[in-house]
């Protein structure tokens, strides 16, 4: 099987490093969440053909102003929220208040990260990027313009603009010294498997920390379809082009899941939802980044009640209560997360004999 690769931010125990939040949590309260996700618009300048997202920004082509953005960073800031990643929703940097946004919650003491296409990236954004946000993942998910075109929908001009924004990354950070850590994302099917040693190489040369395999699931509009690629031979040879200074990484236990097909949850409830959650850009509140523009799964709109209020309110109790794991999509961002909180949410024996 695999060999285990990975780096500690992507790791799902790191949920254990936030001990005075979970402990909060297990004997009964109501925290805030550790982490927020913030949708700066719904516009997009790609046009991905197996976007988790397309149904959501056809409805939706909402943008968030720098004074809303200011007003909710403020409120995420009185919650104590520790970190708040801008990603979509749409291209972040299709709204050209992002860039401040981002540079003022780094002044209000949060961690910052973003995801990005990387194709709006200039000299100017990208010193400030580098300067502001703990990390950055770039969406590739090719190694060619030819597969890029099928990935993104885009020609080979925007794929060399996506190049040269992650050169302009890791320039900038170099020449600033920052701390930042500069990813590549890779979403792995049938149209990508052939390029992923590929991408390696080209990720590798571009000088950033790490690129990330991921599998592709397919979502639109609560409807998933998922295929197992075969990727363990080629995974293989990536991971040969790792070094100190460039790590090729994978979601190991996805791969493991879909290859056995194994999509079931050996957990009732879902707990991570009490530790992460998402602001939209028309700001409205969603429980989860995977149920975005989803009624059910509403919590409030924070143009019209503070943070506070709806993460206390009735209605979010009411929307945790009803989550039907049939509207879920099966390898979740909160699926591992869920794995460690069902467990040390259930009573065990013999707790002081280890």
């Given at each position: 099987m695999l060999n285990n690769a990975s780096v500690r931010q992507f790791s799902s125990d790191k949920i254990l490093k936030h001990?005075?939040?979970?402990?909060?949590?297990?004997?009964?309260?109501?925290?805030?969440?550790?982490?927020?996700?913030?949708?700066?618009?719904?516009?997009?300048?790609?046009?991905?053909?197996?976007?988790?997202?397309?149904?959501?920004?056809?409805?939706?082509?909402?943008?968030?102003?720098?004074?809303?953005?200011?007003?909710?960073?403020?409120?995420?800031?009185?919650?104590?929220?520790?970190g708040l990643t801008f990603t979509g929703g749409g291209e972040p940097l299709c709204n050209i208040h992002t860039i401040d946004a981002i540079v003022y919650a780094k002044k209000k003491g949060m961690d910052?990260?973003?995801?990005?296409?990387?194709?709006?990236v200039s000299k100017e954004k990208a010193m400030a990027l580098v300067s502001s946000c703990v990390w950055i993942r770039t969406s590739l998910d090719a190694a060619t313009p030819e597969t890029f075109k099928i990935t993104h929908g885009k020609d080979h001009t925007e794929f060399n603009k996506i190049i040269k924004g992650i050169q302009m990354l890791v320039e900038e950070k170099s020449k600033l010294k920052t701390e930042c850590t500069i990813g590549v994302g890779y979403l792995t099917s049938d149209e990508t498997v052939s390029e992923m040693e590929q991408a390696a190489i080209l990720c590798k040369s571009?000088?950033?920390?790490?690129?990330?395999?991921?599998?592709?699931?397919?979502?639109?509009?609560?409807?998933?379809?998922?295929?197992?690629?075969?990727?363990?031979?080629?995974?293989?040879?990536?991971?040969?082009?790792?070094?100190?200074?460039?790590?090729?990484?994978?979601?190991?236990?996805?791969?493991?899941?879909?290859?056995?097909?194994?999509y079931g949850r050996n957990y009732g409830k879902?707990?991570?939802?009490?530790?992460?959650?998402?602001?939209?850009?028309?700001?409205?509140?969603?429980?989860?980044c995977h149920l975005?523009?989803?009624?059910?799964?509403?919590l409030g709109n924070i143009?019209?009640?503070?943070?506070?209020?709806?993460?206390?309110?009735?209605?979010?109790?009411?929307v945790y209560e009803n989550i039907d794991f049939k509207d879920c999509i099966p390898l979740c961002r909160c699926n591992t997360f869920n794995q460690i909180l069902w467990e040390l949410k259930k009573p065990a024996d013999h707790v002081n004999f280890l």
């Amino acid at each position: 099987m695999l060999n285990n690769a990975s780096v500690r931010q992507f790791s799902s125990d790191k949920i254990l490093k936030h001990l005075d939040i979970v402990s909060n949590w297990i004997k009964g309260g109501n925290p805030g969440p550790i982490t927020v996700e913030i949708d700066m618009t719904n516009v997009c300048n790609h046009s991905c053909p197996e976007c988790v997202v397309d149904y959501y920004q056809k409805n939706d082509s909402n943008t968030l102003s720098f004074e809303d953005a200011k007003v909710i960073i403020d409120q995420l800031v009185e919650a104590k929220i520790r970190g708040l990643t801008f990603t979509g929703g749409g291209e972040p940097l299709c709204n050209i208040h992002t860039i401040d946004a981002i540079v003022y919650a780094k002044k209000k003491g949060m961690d910052v990260a973003l995801i990005t296409n990387g194709s709006l990236v200039s000299k100017e954004k990208a010193m400030a990027l580098v300067s502001s946000c703990v990390w950055i993942r770039t969406s590739l998910d090719a190694a060619t313009p030819e597969t890029f075109k099928i990935t993104h929908g885009k020609d080979h001009t925007e794929f060399n603009k996506i190049i040269k924004g992650i050169q302009m990354l890791v320039e900038e950070k170099s020449k600033l010294k920052t701390e930042c850590t500069i990813g590549v994302g890779y979403l792995t099917s049938d149209e990508t498997v052939s390029e992923m040693e590929q991408a390696a190489i080209l990720c590798k040369s571009l000088g950033v920390d790490y690129l990330q395999y991921r599998p592709m699931q397919i979502h639109h509009g609560g409807e998933f379809s998922y295929h197992w690629t075969e990727v363990n031979r080629i995974i293989e040879k990536c991971l040969q082009h790792s070094n100190d200074s460039f790590k090729v990484l994978f979601s190991k236990h996805k791969y493991e899941m879909m290859q056995k097909k194994n999509y079931g949850r050996n957990y009732g409830k879902c707990y991570g939802h009490q530790f992460a959650t998402v602001i939209s850009a028309s700001g409205d509140m969603y429980i989860c980044c995977h149920l975005r523009g989803y009624e059910k799964y509403k919590l409030g709109n924070i143009k019209k009640q503070s943070f506070l209020e709806i993460w206390n309110s009735e209605r979010r109790k009411k929307v945790y209560e009803n989550i039907d794991f049939k509207d879920c999509i099966p390898l979740c961002r909160c699926n591992t997360f869920n794995q460690i909180l069902w467990e040390l949410k259930k009573p065990a024996d013999h707790v002081n004999f280890l």
